[in-house]
Each structure stands twice: as structure tokens, then as C-alpha cells.
């Protein structure tokens, strides 16, 4: 994005900032900031159980609804449109699933180290779920901290010989210890070999905020501690790439990356005050994602949202949102705020994140039901061209006929296609052909079967593109459909009785049908007995050349829908 954009897009947070309410209409679908891709997060926070789970997996009953408790997370994300769930996987030196690593944490059963048993693995769980619903998951591990000085996690690393200090937050890594960086890399891998997860989001990749500054002594220098802190990050980049190159790597640096020329980062950036190079990171390719912590307002906010971007390098780069400011508890926020802030990030072409879970499915001053609104289309997240950008073949037609959308009775139709691809996206208009290029064509995102069961309130016509791993999407495939014109020399099928309907006028509200002779004089009107109708009864007609039309009952539009010819003797 230019200077001249961002500064158009500065300009238009001045505007906003006039709403004193939500503007909803602004968020209509055919609001043109709306895109087609776009990354739409949630960090979904076990620790402490924060988020989830509320209940400790202790028998196969208190497992039932752990898992319940999490299918209604999840509910409310997928209804908001939601594509990405951060899901914090590795917790403080303790993890959600079976390690061979690290133990349990104890946000599982309530105790630590223990496996909740009954064959129950939280993460294989959330994944399947998250999946089902079209949304990415990516396993948010925390890497530096290690939780209390006593917790089992700390004790088995100082066990190892792992240098660890302590500070009245908590227990941490030592970045110089060169033991880290592949202790971090093997637990990456470990998560990336044994599960279909999307994404590894690392959080806190950095030195602690009580770590003592820079001695320049026996080679700590700001420049060292940010070699020490990148070491780890290409070792995990490796591990992971090695095995499924298609995972992104993200982390979550601190909001502001530097002091900006006009602006200030107040002593608190991540590239002097934590040594998190993360600019570099994407440039390098180290990084395919960045989520800034951009908990703050006004000019501490949106110029460093325009040095996101001016730094992406061609990446993703999603704004983290201070949803959790939001209660009057953790902040004094006002709703206007976040909505001017995605708003803006929008424009800028930033994806958006919210911190944490619990502050957007509670609704806290309403910002679940504008993320709904501000979330009107689904989205695909944006693709890793630059690690892959040949898009995949195709989909296949699965019927004799070419056709996609068969009826099926009760006003539904069942759309169905052949592929081998992971993804698929569905795309619907009532046009042909379908433009797929249109975010409000877009019906159904990563969708992972060949049928799609619809129930159409007109007729539409349907296109299915097929989408790879790394998010390439194919030419669609489509029946382009004309309506007969009067040069058409096709004629309707039927017996002298029966006259069959065509496949789109039976996917349509028809409220009548009209049958007239070539001079237009109207012989008769049908009304349809159910919403089900392959063909109409001709028995009576003599012989002749007619015209059929169909009154469509929601738009009170005639359709032609071409011409027969009754000859019999």
C-alpha cells in the first residue's frame, strides 16, 4: 500500500471518529470494504481457564461437556463469520494434548500432568470442530514463559539443564541458551507431525519485560539478543516447513515495532525494548504472518498500523484488537474505539484478531453483534503465494448432464461435484456465470465434502472452485445458463402429457405458471400445488407451438422459459 493510501485511510479514522453510535447500514453486504480475504481471529485462551474449558475432564460425563463447551464457542465464531481460532496449545511448559515432550497442563483435569483419559485429546478435538465449521486453527504456544518457579513444567526443564530465571510474573527461557531454540523447535514439530493444524502462533518470542537491559559485556548487545530470539524463531521455521510446508508461522509481537519519526513507541517496542525482529521476520520469510498487539488508541494506534503495513513484505499482517478493554473491569474503553480501529485496519488491508475470547462471545458492549455485522460475508483467508502460487485443478462435474444442483424436494437442491482437492468454495449468484471474484458471491469457505445441500429462496446458479493448502483457489467450475431467446430452436422436452421443467425453474418460488401461443394470447395460468415441480400437465392443450413463462412469487418478475411444440396423430 502507498503513503497516499494510508494517509487517505488515516483521514478516514478522523471521519469515523464523528459516529458517537455503530453505524450498521455502513456494514451491509454490499459495503465496499467488505474483501474477499481477509483473516478474522480470535485468541481462544486455556490458560488459567480463561476461556475454556470451564470444566475439568475428569469422566467420560465431565468430558462430554468439555467438548460441548467448546462446540459453543465455536457456534458463536462460525455465526460471526470468524476463519482463524488461535488455540493456545502450548500453555506455560505444559500442553493440551498427549506430549512426548512436556505434561499435561493442568487446565484439562485440574491437575497437572494428567492425561484426562477415555482416549479424549482436547486439541485432535478442537481441530476436527474447527474444521467442520471452515475455520483455520493455529496452535498458540507460548515460548518463552514457563509459569511458576514450582510448576511441573519448570521443575522437568530445570531437570534438563535449562537456564531459567524468575520474576514475580512468572518463571522464564533464558533466549541465550542455546538449548532453546531446537527444545522450541522439537515441540513445533512435534505439534505440526502429529495433528492437521493450519498455523503455529508463537507468543511471547521475546525477552521478558523484567530481563535487565543490555550490559554490552561479554557480547549482550541489542543486536545479540535479537540473534538470539531469531535462532529460535528459524529453528522452529525449519521443523515446522520440513514437515508441512503449508503450516503458516505467526507470532504475536509487541504492537509498536519501533519509534516512528513523528511518534513515539514510549519505551516499549519490539524491536529495542524485546529484541523481536519482526519486520524482518516476514521480509526474510521467517514469518508468513504477524499479529501486533496493538492494545491502544488514537496515535499510539493508527500510525503504527500504517508501519505494519509498509513493512508487510507481501504478508499477512492482523491487527491483535484490546477487545479485553472492553469491560470496565480491565480498561475504559468505549465500543466507537474498536469499531474505528477495524474499520481502519480494514482499509489498510489488515486482517483483525481479538484478545481475547471470552470479552467478544459475552458481547461486551455489543462488540459480538458488530463483529456479526462487520463480518456480513464469509472470507477466505489470504493465500502463501510466496511459498506456492500454481493453483490447483479444477472441480469435476459429477452428473452425465453437467449440471451442479439437482432437486431434491421441499424447495431444496443438492449441489454436487468430483475432486481430490482438501478445500472447496462454494459460490452462488443469480446470474450466470457466476462471478467469483464478487465477496458476495461467496457462500461457503474451506469446505471440505463434494455436496452442498441448499435451500434457495430463488433460482441460482452455482460455481465450485477447488483450494489447496496454502490457499490457491482454482477456476471455478459452472454451467453457464441463458434463458431460451426467441431464436432458440431447442425445444422443451415432453410426451403430447407431460412437459418437463428445466433444472432452474424448478430451484425457483414460481407463483404461477402462463402458457401462450406465439401472438401472446394467454391460454391459461397453472398454479403450482407444492414447491416441487419437474414438469406440468399438457394433456389437454390441442395441437400447436406455445410459449411457457413462470411468475416468480418474491420478485413478481416473468421469466420466459422457452417454447413447445404439441403435435399429435
Keep these: 500500500m502507498n503513503k497516499k493510501n494510508i494517509i487517505l485511510a488515516l483521514f478516514s479514522c478522523i471521519a469515523l471518529h464523528a459516529f458517537a453510535q ?3 447500514d455502513l456494514l451491509s453486504p454490499q459495503h ?3 474483501p474477499k480475504r481477509e483473516t478474522r481471529a480470535v485468541w481462544l485462551t486455556t490458560l488459567a481457564n480463561l476461556d475454556w474449558p470451564k470444566t475439568y475432564a475428569t469422566s467420560e460425563a465431565t468430558i462430554a461437556q468439555q467438548k460441548q463447551e467448546l462446540v459453543n464457542i465455536l457456534n458463536l465464531y462460525a455465526a460471526a463469520n470468524i476463519n482463524t481460532v488461535l488455540l493456545q496449545t502450548r500453555v506455560r511448559a505444559a500442553t493440551i494434548y498427549p506430549s512426548d515432550i512436556e505434561p499435561w497442563d493442568r487446565c484439562i ?3 497437572e500432568g494428567k ?9 485432535r478435538f478442537a481441530i476436527a470442530e474447527c474444521h467442520r465449521r471452515g475455520m483455520e486453527v493455529h496452535a498458540w504456544v507460548a515460548a518463552m514463559p514457563v509459569g511458576a518457579k514450582n510448576s511441573l513444567g519448570c521443575r522437568r526443564l530445570k531437570q534438563k539443564g535449562f537456564s531459567i530465571k524468575s520474576f514475580s510474573s512468572g518463571a522464564y527461557l533464558s533466549p ?3 538449548k532453546v531454540a531446537p527444545y522450541l523447535g522439537d515441540i513445533c514439530a512435534e505439534i505440526t507431525r ?13 525477552y521478558p519485560d523484567g530481563w535487565r537491559r543490555p550490559s554490552y559485556k561479554n557480547g549482550d548487545t541489542p543486536d545479540a539478543r535479537r540473534a538470539n530470539i531469531t535462532r529460535i524463531v528459524q529453528n522452529i521455521h525449519d521443523k515446522v516447513k520440513a514437515i508441512k510446508p503449508w503450516v503458516k508461522i505467526s507470532c504475536s509481537p509487541i504492537g509498536k515495532y519501533s519509534d516512528l519519526s513523528r511518534y513515539s513507541s514510549k519505551n516499549f517496542n519490539a524491536r529495542d525494548r524485546v529484541s523481536q525482529d519482526a519486520q524482518m521476520w516476514v521480509r526474510t520469510g521467517l514469518m508468513d504472518q504477524l499479529y501486533p498487539m496493538q492494545y491502544f488508541r488514537d496515535d499510539n494506534y493508527y500510525p503504527f498500523c500504517a508501519d505494519w503495513m509498509e513493512n508487510a513484505s507481501g504478508k499477512d499482517i492482523v491487527t491483535g484488537l484490546g477487545t479485553y478493554f472492553l469491560d470496565p473491569r480491565e480498561g475504559n474503553w468505549r465500543l466507537d474505539e474498536i469499531v474505528r480501529q477495524m474499520y481502519v485496519s ?6 483483525h484478531a481479538h484478545f481475547r475470547s471470552r470479552f467478544l462471545t459475552d458481547n461486551y458492549q455489543g462488540i459480538y453483534y458488530f463483529e456479526q455485522a462487520f463480518n456480513a460475508l464469509p472470507a477466505l483467508t489470504p493465500a502463501l503465494t510466496w511459498q506456492r502460487a500454481t493453483p490447483p485443478a479444477a472441480p469435476r462435474f459429477a452428473t452425465a448432464d453437467n449440471t451442479l444442483a439437482q432437486p431434491l424436494g421441499n424447495g431444496t437442491v443438492n449441489v454436487s461435484w468430483k475432486g481430490n482437492s482438501p478445500y472447496y468454495n462454494i459460490y452462488m449468484s443469480t446470474t450466470s456465470p457466476v462471478d467469483i471474484t464478487n465477496p458476495r458471491n461467496l457462500v461457503a469457505a474451506r469446505y471440505t465434502g463434494t455436496t452442498f445441500t441448499h435451500r434457495p429462496s430463488q433460482h441460482y446458479h452455482y460455481a465450485i472452485t477447488a483450494m489447496d493448502r496454502y490457499g490457491n483457489e482454482s477456476a471455478p467450475l459452472q454451467r453457464i445458463e441463458t434463458k431460451p431467446t426467441a431464436i432458440d430452436t431447442k425445444l422443451m422436452a415432453h410426451n403430447n402429457t407431460v412437459l418437463t421443467l428445466p433444472t432452474w425453474v ?7 405458471f402462463t402458457i401462450s401461443t406465439l401472438q401472446s394470447t394467454s391460454l391459461r395460468k397453472i398454479y403450482p400445488t407444492s414447491k416441487h415441480y419437474n414438469d406440468l400437465n399438457i394433456s389437454a392443450l390441442p395441437n400447436g407451438t406455445y410459449v411457457l413463462y413462470a411468475r416468480s412469487a418474491k420478485r413478481n418478475v416473468t421469466h420466459r422459459v422457452g417454447y413447445f411444440i404439441v403435435k399429435r396423430g
Excluded: F, H
Design 22 to 24: 455503530v453505524n450498521y
Design 32 to 34: 465496499p470494504l467488505s
Design 109 to 111: 483435569t485440574g491437575t
Design 115 to 123: 492425561d484426562p483419559g477415555y482416549g479424549y485429546d482436547p486439541l
Design 176 to 178: 541465550s541458551d542455546p
Design 194 to 206: 502429529k495433528y492437521d493444524i493450519d498455523g503455529i502462533n508463537l507468543d511471547y518470542i521475546r
Design 346 to 351: 480494514r482499509q489498510l488491508g489488515m486482517g
Design 506 to 512: 424448478q430451484t425457483m418460488d414460481v407463483k404461477y
